[in-house]
Nanobody, 123 residues
Framework: QVQLVESGGGLVQAGGSLKLSCAAS????????MGWFRQPPGKEREFVAA????????DYADSVKGRFTISRDNNRNTLYLQMNSLKPEDTAVYHC????????????????WGQGTQVTVSS
């Protein structure tokens, strides 16, 4: 079955960095567009970043552009999110998922979600 296992979250001070990982199994990872979403406390889930299956193209939410970098290793079936210059408003549970592009927006490509990893940024 499809498994997405996120890791790398934690508590960090504002201005700090974290690198998230997502290990995928049971799915055609190397031919799937992948992305990161986050759900801040008390809010709805929102798009963070996406990367095409080749890794040649990526896209970001305006709120993280210039601070976050999405990448992937198709040999390891692993997706990454490097987060720099973290802000308290980045506090959320971060999830990885397959994604699909509709128009100019990225959406979850399936109903498969991992448990997520908590990122907490203190001011």
């Amino acid at each position: 079955q499809v498994q997405l296992v996120e890791s790398g979250g934690g508590l960090v001070q504002a201005g700090g960095s974290l690198k998230l990982s997502c290990a995928a199994s049971g799915m055609p990872f190397s031919s799937s567009h992948m992305g990161w979403f986050r759900q801040p406390p008390g809010k709805e889930r929102e798009f963070v970043a996406a990367i095409t299956w080749t890794g040649y193209s990526s896209d970001y939410a305006d709120s993280v552009k210039g601070r976050f970098t999405i990448s992937r290793d198709n040999n390891r079936n692993t997706l990454y999110l490097q987060m720099n210059s973290l802000k308290p408003e980045d506090t959320a549970v971060y999830h990885c998922a397959t994604v699909s592009l509709r128009g100019t927006s990225w959406y979850p490509g399936s109903d498969y979600w991992g448990q997520g990893t908590q990122v907490t940024v203190s001011s």
